[in-house]
């Protein structure tokens, strides 16, 4: 079992930058794919960003590649988004994801353990 809690949400300006964290319990964490994925209202639930294991392979949508960088922290259990040159359209409610095969998915159905979300908004 894996309990994922999202943070570093917000209100941003178009822009601007955030960073969000995803804190996860369990002794197991450096052995799980990570992801993070978003869900405007509305709309279905897309991948936005993947990391693996050992953090060395990452995957991102074509809408936020350039700007946002996935990373992990296998010693803190910890998986980070930092989200750069912000954009409206990006405003969703920001939800991460562990995937026990230990790799970079990109398919919501890939992931066994999902957190809660932390709602990220940006004007314009």
């Known amino acids: 079992q894996v309990q994922l809690v999202e943070s570093g949400g917000g209100l941003v300006q178009a822009g601007g930058s955030l960073r969000l964290s995803c804190a996860a319990s369990?002794?197991?964490?450096?052995?799980?794919?990570m992801g993070w994925f978003r869900q405007a209202p509305g709309k279905e639930r897309e991948f936005v960003a993947a990391?693996?294991?050992?953090?060395?392979?990452?995957y991102y949508a074509d809408s936020v590649k350039g700007r946002f960088t996935i990373s992990r922290d296998n010693v803190k259990n910890t998986v980070y988004l930092q989200m750069n040159s912000l954009k409206p359209e990006d405003t969703a409610n920001y939800y991460c994801a562990a995937d026990s095969a230990g790799v970079a998915a990109v398919r919501r159905g890939d992931y066994d353990y999902w957190g809660q979300g932390t709602q990220v908004t940006v004007s314009s």
């Open positions: 990391i693996n294991w050992s953090g060395g392979r990452t």
């Open positions: 369990g002794r197991t964490f450096s052995r799980y794919g």
